[in-house]
């Protein structure tokens, strides 16, 4: 699903993006909520990917939760769905709590039998400039009101040089937990990375639209020697363009043997894993799901190994990352029912989804004079 880039970017991609979410978000409805959600799971699983987290950031009322939700269930993917802010949110009040509240009081209704988790997407204490800092009482209310209803956190810190000290701040104030999720970390500084070990902390990378931004290189081989559990993130198909899993897995693997100017530092194996368990491992779910073992759920893809791209096949990590696409996704099962099969999705309809997402786009911007 969609996530947002952190604070205080500094880039013109940022700043367009920035810009937009901000001129398209006050006009939203509740039903564009459901569209954009419809369309990016149904993108995610027609590409081989069985869990989305649902960032959901534009949240304007409790209806607007609700269709995030709904969009969630009707598609069928494992997902994690966390409640923040809207768009203009003031940095001086707390997100909807009450709406949190009311949701955590009755989400078994939601959670499409448990496929559907809820969190918070937390702002933190905001951006290092002072106009973008969240004050304490608001930021810490938010983060006590997770916690007693035991809900996990994700957060985006320490994404690109004007956050740095973001994830140092956090840990001196001890608001790091175990299991919060940090979002990008890419100027983490050893101590910080210390710190998030020590705590229990874990990261999401979402290498295309940190380098599409210009946020920096992920520290993946560090984090990992570090022993901090790493998923990977296509973030928002604004900026990398689509939901390809294998593509960010192929330049995770080149990222890091860039760096160490060696064709072997990161394996395929290694890499393929950071998109199975170790994404399961950030998410918190690995116990559930990210590898096929007894006991665990049927989350599983199945890719055709006749195509032109991929059909002299021979390691199978090392083609899934280096090679495969997403139209070489044959079947994708959660929770052992079939979404797709012979390369199509066969409860959703593509045709009806894509002009009705259109369609919401084309009223949203007319509503907003964009």
């Given at each position: ?11 013109q ?10 001129g398209?978000?006050?006009?939203y409805q509740a039903s ?7 369309l ?6 027609n590409?081989?990917?069985t869990f989305?987290h ?6 304007r009322?409790p ?12 598609a069928?993917?494992?997902?994690r769905?966390?409640?923040g802010?809207r768009?203009?949110?003031?940095n001086?009040?707390?997100?909807d ?7 955590a ?8 039998d448990g496929?559907?988790s809820?969190?918070m997407?937390w702002r ?25 209803l035991g809900l ?8 690109s040089?004007?956050?740095t000290?973001?994830v140092?701040?956090l840990?001196?104030?001890g608001?790091?937990d175990?299991?919060m999720?940090?979002v ?20 999401s990378?979402?290498p295309?639209s ?7 290189i ?33 330049v ?9 100017e ?28 990210g590898?096929i073992k ?6 599983i ?11 002299v096949f ?6 899934l ?17 079939i979404?797709k ?27 907003a004079?964009?």
């Open positions: 699903m969609e996530q947002p880039v952190p604070l205080a970017v500094g880039r991609a940022g700043d367009r993006l920035f810009r937009l979410t901000a398209l978000g006050a006009h564009d909520i459901y569209q954009g959600t419809r990016a799971a149904a993108e995610a699983l590409s081989g990917i989305a649902s960032w959901c950031h534009n949240i009322a209806e607007y939760a609700d269709a995030d939700i709904r969009a969630l269930r009707e069928g993917i494992r997902a769905f966390s409640h802010t768009q203009g949110h003031p001086k009040e707390t997100l709590l009450a709406n949190l509240e009311r949701l009081k009755d989400w078994k209704s939601h959670s499409n496929l559907i809820l969190g997407a933190g204490q905001g951006g290092n400039n002072p106009a973008a800092a969240v004050p304490e009482d608001v930021y810490k209310k938010e983060l006590e009101t997770a916690r007693r996990p956190v994700t957060v985006h810190a320490s994404g040089r004007p956050a000290g973001q140092e701040r840990a001196k104030a608001l790091l175990k299991g999720q940090i990008h970390g890419i100027v983490l500084t050893p101590d910080e990375i210390k710190a998030m070990k020590a705590a229990g902390a874990v990261v990378l979402s295309y940190e380098l599409r931004i210009g946020f920096g992920p520290q993946t081989f560090t984090l990992l020697e570090a022993g901090i559990p790493v998923g990977l993130s296509i973030d928002t198909t604004v900026l990398s363009g689509n939901a390809d899993m294998f593509a960010i897995m192929k995770i693997q080149n990222l890091e043997n860039a760096k160490a060696s064709e072997f530092k990161f394996s395929a194996r290694r890499t393929l894993e950071l998109a199975t368990i170790g994404g399961a491992r950030s998410m918190g779910i690995d116990t559930k799901v590898s007894a006991g665990k759920r049927a989350d893809i199945m890719v055709d190994t006749r195509d032109f791209n991929i059909g021979t390691d199978p990590a090392h083609m990352v280096t090679a495969a696409q997403p139209s070489n996704v044959d079947t994708v099962m959660v929770d052992g029912r979404l099969r012979r390369g199509r999705l066969v409860h959703m309809p593509r045709a009806d989804i894509v002009a009705e997402s259109r369609a919401a786009l084309a009223d949203l911007r007319k509503r004079n964009m």
